[in-house]
């Protein structure tokens, strides 16, 4: 597991819809995980019913801030189910299974996927893809872009994983 791990993790819990049990999680995830205090002490003194709006007028606004991996890369083209699929065969090849009704390639199951096991090649990947979300979300002016850059300074500049 890479020391990035708790990281990761915590990443991939910030940038799920903030529901009912999140603001529970903040003072954890703010311990846990310094470099995402910038969030979570944002998230902390922001309404419950404030942050979850915000939230959904960040991620749901189209392709422009969009949480899908592979979107970044392949969105429009008949590539983008290849690229799912390849997302199940990462899963599956390290045994786990995704349980929800989420799509494969939704960050937040791409960051646990990393933080269990400690393969970034997901990721690295889709290095361009996160950084241009990134960007996008830090000239929309939100408290996600310092999620974001701090999964991407995170990332090993080359593959990690464990696929030949």
């Known amino acids: 597991m890479p020391s990035d791990a708790v990281l990761y993790q915590a990443a991939a819990l910030c940038l799920t819809y903030p529901g009912e049990d999140f603001r529970a999680r903040l003072p954890l995830l703010r311990e846990a995980a310094p470099q995402l205090r910038e969030f979570t002490d944002h998230a902390a003194v922001t309404p419950a019913e404030e942050l979850a709006a915000h939230y959904v007028r960040v991620f749901d606004s189209g392709n422009r801030h969009s949480l899908h991996l592979s979107r970044w890369t392949d969105d429009g083209t008949r590539r983008r189910g290849m690229s799912l699929v390849r997302f199940k065969d ?44 990134r960007s996008r979300l830090t000239d929309f002016g939100t408290p996600y872009a310092s999620v974001l850059a701090a999964v991407c300074a995170a990332l090993p500049t080359v593959r990690t994983g464990r696929r030949p």
């Open 90 to 133: 990462e899963y599956r090849a390290a045994g786990l299974e995704l349980t929800g009704e989420e799509v494969p390639d939704f960050l937040p199951a791409v960051l646990e996927f990393t933080a269990r096991t400690g393969n970034t090649d997901l990721l690295t990947d889709h290095r361009a893809g996160l950084e241009q979300l």
